[in-house]
């Protein structure tokens, strides 16, 4: 999900799918990689939510 607050501030709010099997170290790297990509992308506050592959997540948001 992305929004806007106000027309330039822009928030974005994703679950990202990863193996069962990822290290804590990996889930770090995933989350500062996807932060610096959406970053680049105009976005001021991404919230992620890394889900691990398998898991249910009908409650997660």
Do not use: M
């Given at each position: ?14 679950h990202l ?45």
């Open positions: 999900h992305v929004w806007s607050l106000d027309g330039t501030y822009n928030i974005l709010s994703i799918v990863v193996n069962a099997d990822v290290t804590v170290a990996d889930q770090i790297e995933i989350r500062t990689k996807a932060n610096r990509i959406i970053r680049s992308y105009g976005v001021d506050h991404p919230t992620i939510a890394l889900e691990f592959d398998g898991e249910d997540c009908s409650l997660c948001c």
